[in-house]
């Protein structure tokens, strides 16, 4: 009985997304991480207007330019040019497209079927829901990098390959976590209670589960989207994923690789970036789960 | 007066899975059977374990009897077809706040009450709405809130709105009652009994709290481990229980 | 000799908004052996206070007082360790649920045998484990279980509400406490059990005297068994003074409305005749009515409530209202 719940102020926090915004906005670090990461999708929208240059024009008479900061550089090309006379700005801006945005698909598409098969697999019950469990479970056991490599030994190569590769490595954790989310809002109270006024499966679905499960699920996705995004990288520095003069961010460093000593910039950029993408995906991840962990104790 | 509910020889086994092959059957009801008229309240007690929270399960549908019968206004119902009994028999819950969706507005939550089963159009819910509200003593205002802005005492009001807004015959109190505080559970009491008094409505009582039960309750039926073992008017079972454990639980309440 | 004295407690919550006090200069006192029961509904503020005499509140809560002084000492100027020394000697606290206060995964023996202390043991060092058993067997009989074979060796959960919480019991007395809190200790069992336990606590208090300090949201659960009583609501004390004196005449209306509202209390009552309420809700933290916090819902409030009123005293009966009830208008 004696427990002091503070009742939130009404005209703060009316609904649970205000609230959960009002929480999250408190930590310095997750809006800086919010900061990063719209700038990055901004990025991936934009890049094609962004460039200075085509990223994929050579130009003979300007290989491996130093960026603009050192004494030789040019002032048109920010970051210098590769050993083929690319700007590398331009290929970085580019590159965003790849590495984030393709990462991007690939959680939204692995959200998209992890969503239908996990509340296939939590709305049923009995041998159904077991089999594709279980099936899941054994999928789980193995590293969704490891698991994006085998598919592309199969598929072959390529970026479009890559990104069902991904895809299909995400979904596991996507339906085993859905399904559980789901399981564990059918046994809740309120489920009964709608279904005692008279709903049925699909309107408990649409009323209940999904406004409920919705905060989980971005927490999922931005999860995997670190994932992705470094899955891409790896797979495309492994030369599996992007091939050749695509400006993926992955592939760019492995390109660049054997010109470390002389232009070290065009490693150590891309590095940068991938670094930056990922932690501000991660910075996010952890203040929305922050904040709904603040929100359950109020 | 009318009897409302009826119950006759109602059988409730649960099978456990003890071992791989071996199942081990708990029996949670057994024979039992009551009748319940109109605008009258009717009292279940028993500790945890005695089944009356099954009772309250099979009354109301979410699970089905193994044998025996519910008869609603005289006609043999399959309460299992909760769809088409909902709006006559209503649940409330013990905890107001896990009843209610944290993610839907009260006002959102009640219109969809109304529009999964019965047939008004939106401005009519909107007034009943209104009007259900007010009986219960909300303010209109209330149906844009969240669950989370209610205190405890609201919260109960609101679970009552919901399901008193069918027009139901019977409402079925699980320990609704008990974790309340003590001046809103006054509160809640006489609105119970106001609305008994006003549209005749009959209330199961499902809670080991003895000392509402003699203010509020009509019958009392005293249910152990799946057996009742008393059952009559109030009045009769505290002043002459039969069954040594009726008589140890009311014994508690006066020694 | 007065056990535990305290005067004008206040605690307060720092929330990002704002700094919420929740308990508002309330006075408590025990004697020796004594058992006083306090009342409060949620929110009153009552669970804190028995948190505060333990020192168990985090560092969220900030706790004043103008004396909190145990046996008289005061508690509150003194380091953190000797506070810890001095509370888990002679104070002992018991819980709502006692499931929940349990250790999950160990058996009761070993959970009864940790709350016996060394000093307690008397005998030679290698006789220590078996005297230890010997103490947590008898614990156990003495809150009532018989059976302490099957008991000894069970883990919490296959054993029922009410055992556990005569576990917890038998836990709290092992150091021979001079005060035992217990915080609602009855809520989560049945009612045939509830009538035991209280019977326990109170036989304690005679063999031992030991102090208890019992507290509930219910008034007629523990009045019988309490000798004196304090009333908190939303934080303030309303009401101080012997159990009998205040059920016969309260002075607050608070409490008045609390005694009326149960109908155990009122032997005239018709059965289904409505009950006596306050209007209106408990105010929620943030908007707590100034001066008496009751104002808003009290039948005789008037101009003068918005000022907090001071605790009066009539006798060994302590009040804080401008307008109390007397005898006659009632």
């Known amino acids: 009985m004696a427990k002091f719940r503070l009742l939130p102020d009404e005209q703060l926090a009316r609904s649970p997304f205000k609230q959960l915004w009002r929480e999250f906005s408190r930590q310095h670090s997750a809006i800086a991480g919010l900061l990063i990461f719209s700038l990055f999708f901004l990025l991936v929208l934009l890049s094609a207007v962004l460039t200075p240059h085509d990223p994929y024009l050579q130009n003979d008479s300007l290989l491996l330019l130093p960026p603009s900061w050192s004494q030789q550089g040019l002032v048109q090309y920010p970051f210098g040019t590769d050993d083929l006379g690319r700007d590398l700005f331009s290929r970085l801006l580019v590159g965003a497209r790849y590495t984030f945005g393709i990462a991007m698909i690939t959680v939204m598409g692995a959200l998209v079927m992890g969503l239908l098969l996990g509340t296939l697999a939590g709305m049923t019950k009995g041998l159904k829901s077991s089999v594709l469990n279980h099936v899941l479970d054994l999928a789980l056991t193995i590293p969704s990098l490891l698991l994006a490599i085998i598919i592309v030994a199969i598929l072959g190569p390529g970026l479009q390959n890559t990104t069902w590769a991904i895809m299909l490595a995400l979904l596991p954790q996507f339906v085993h976590g859905i399904r559980n989310a789901i399981a564990e809002q059918l046994n809740q109270d309120y489920v009964i209670a709608y279904r005692l006024d008279g709903a049925n499966n699909w309107q408990v679905f649409s009323r209940i589960i999904l406004p409920n499960i919705w905060e989980k699920l971005t927490l999922m996705a931005t999860m995997a989207l670190s994932t992705a995004t470094l899955d891409i990288a790896a797979l495309g520095f492994l030369g599996l994923g992007a091939q050749a003069p695509t400006a993926e961010w992955g592939a760019m460093i492995a390109d660049s690789l054997d010109l470390i000593y002389i232009a070290p910039v065009s490693v150590a950029i891309p590095g940068l970036l991938i670094f930056l993408a990922v932690l501000s995906v991660n910075l996010v991840g952890d203040g929305l789960r922050n904040a709904a962990k603040k929100r359950r104790e109020n | ?255 | ?330």
């Open chain 3, 1 to 330: 000799m007065l056990l535990l004295d305290i005067k004008n407690l206040t605690i307060e919550l720092k929330t990002p908004d704002a700094l919420v006090r929740a308990v508002d200069r309330v006075n408590l006192s025990l004697r020796e052996g004594e058992i006083r029961g306090l009342v409060g509904e949620s929110g009153s503020g009552k669970s804190l206070i028995a948190k505060a005499i333990v020192g168990v509140l985090n560092k969220r809560w900030q706790v004043t007082a103008d004396r909190f002084s145990w046996r008289g000492q005061d508690l509150l100027n003194l380091s953190y360790d000797e506070q810890r020394k001095i509370i888990g000697r002679d104070i002992a606290m018991i819980y709502q649920e006692p499931s929940r206060s349990l250790d999950p995964t160990a058996a009761i023996l070993e959970q009864l045998e940790e709350a016996v202390p060394d000093h307690l043991l008397d005998g030679p060092w290698w006789k220590r484990s078996y005297l230890r058993r010997r103490k947590a067997i008898g614990l156990l009989h003495k809150v009532g279980i018989r059976d302490h074979q099957s008991v000894l060796q069970s883990v919490p959960y296959q054993l029922s509400e009410g055992i556990c919480q005569k576990i917890m019991i038998a836990m709290a007395i092992a150091k021979n406490p001079k005060l035992l809190i217990a915080d609602e200790p009855t809520t989560a069992l049945e009612s045939t059990t509830q009538a035991q336990l209280f019977r326990l606590l109170a036989s304690f208090n005679q063999l031992k005297g030991m102090s208890v300090l019992l507290i509930s949201h219910e008034l007629e659960s523990i009045a019988r068994y309490t000798q004196s009583l304090s009333v908190l609501y939303c934080g303030q004390l309303v009401e101080a003074g012997e159990t009998a004196a205040i059920l016969k005449q309260p002075y607050h209306p608070y409490t008045h409305a609390l005694i009326k509202s149960v109908p155990e209390f009122q032997p005239n009552l018709q059965p289904k005749t409505p009950l006596y309420a306050l209007p209106g809700s408990i105010p929620v933290l943030q908007h707590l009515p100034i001066g008496c916090r009751l104002g808003p819902r009290c039948p005789n409030a008037r101009k003068e409530c918005v000022k907090t009123p001071s605790l009066e005293r009539l006798q060994n009966h302590y009040f804080s209202c401008h307008f109390p009830l007397t005898g006659k208008n009632d």
């Open chain 2, 1 to 255: 007066m009318s009897i409302l509910l009826e119950v006759r020889n109602l059988h409730k086994t649960y099978r456990k899975q003890a071992g791989l092959f071996r199942q081990r059957s708990i029996c949670a009801l057994n024979d039992v059977s009551f009748s319940l008229a109109e605008g009258k309240t009717l009292a279940i007690v028993g500790e945890t374990g005695s089944g009356k929270s099954t009772l309250a399960k099979l009354l109301v549908g979410i699970e089905k009897p193994d044998s025996g019968e519910i008869l609603l206004a005289g006609t043999v119902a399959k309460i299992s077809h909760y769809r088409q009994y909902n709006h006559m028999i209503r649940f409330i819950f013990q905890d107001a706040a896990k009843s209610l969706n944290p993610h839907q507005k009260v006002g959102q939550m009640l219109d969809d009450v109304l529009r999964f089963s019965t047939v008004l159009d939106s401005h009519q819910r909107r007034q009943k709405i209104r009007m259900t509200l007010k009986q219960l003593g909300l303010l209109d205002e209330h149906s844009e809130y969240y669950p989370h802005m209610f205190s405890g005492g609201q919260l109960q009001r609101v679970a009552l709105a919901r399901a008193l807004i069918l027009d139901p015959k019977l409402l079925i109190l699980d320990e609704a009652l008990t974790a309340l505080d003590p001046s809103l559970r006054a509160q809640i009491v006489n609105l119970l009994l106001d609305l008994q008094q006003k549209s005749g409505l009959a209330y199961l009582l499902i809670t080991n709290h003895l000392r509402l039960v003699k203010h509020i309750a009509d019958d009392l039926l005293v249910l152990h481990q799946g057996m009742t073992l008393d059952y009559g008017t109030t009045a009769q079972v505290f002043s002459h229980p039969q069954h040594d454990y009726s008589r140890k639980l009311i014994n508690s309440l006066t020694a």
